[in-house]
């Protein structure tokens, strides 16, 4: 161990693998990007069916 070095180890907190302010894994990121994405799609369908209900009713 270098005497140099603060007790909290600067290298281990500038590490990326270990940045705290993120917490999500992989998994969970990818889990939010497909609920996103479906939530788009889904979206999209509702407003067109919602614009056809208006169009139909002018």
Not at 33 to 57: D, Y
């Amino acid at each position: 161990m270098n005497p140099y070095e603060p007790p909290g180890d600067i290298k281990h907190r500038l590490d990326p693998q270990t940045d705290i302010a993120d917490p999500q894994t992989d998994d969970e990121r990818s889990d939010s990007h497909v609920r996103m994405f479906l939530g788009a799609i889904l979206g999209s369908i509702v407003f067109g069916l919602l614009m056809e209900l208006i169009s139909r009713l002018n």
